[in-house]
């Protein structure tokens, strides 16, 4: 159980990529401070969808960097 829950009332933009679909949970609770969430979205999407490696590449290695930390993903 998270310890600040989610703003369900957030409105949150179409997701095109599984990234942010399985980040949804973490982009609304960061609703609570909508400047922050904003920002978070925006660095995620330049992270994700930018530069030379893959994104399949990245995807994967935000899954593995979760396994070694015990984070569900």
């Given at each position: 159980m998270a310890r600040i829950p989610p703003d369900d009332s957030?409105?949150?933009?179409?997701?095109?990529?599984a990234s942010f679909a399985t980040m949804e949970t973490l982009f609304r609770t960061m609703?609570?401070?909508?400047?922050?969430?904003?920002?978070?979205m925006q660095l995620l999407e330049v992270v994700?969808?930018?530069?030379?490696?893959?994104?399949?590449?990245?995807?994967?290695?935000?899954?593995?960097v979760s396994q070694v930390n015990h984070c569900f993903y």
């Open positions: 957030v409105q949150l933009p179409a997701f095109e990529s609703g609570h401070r909508p400047h922050i969430m904003q920002a978070a994700m969808h930018q530069g030379t490696v893959e994104p399949q590449l990245k995807e994967l290695l935000a899954i593995r």
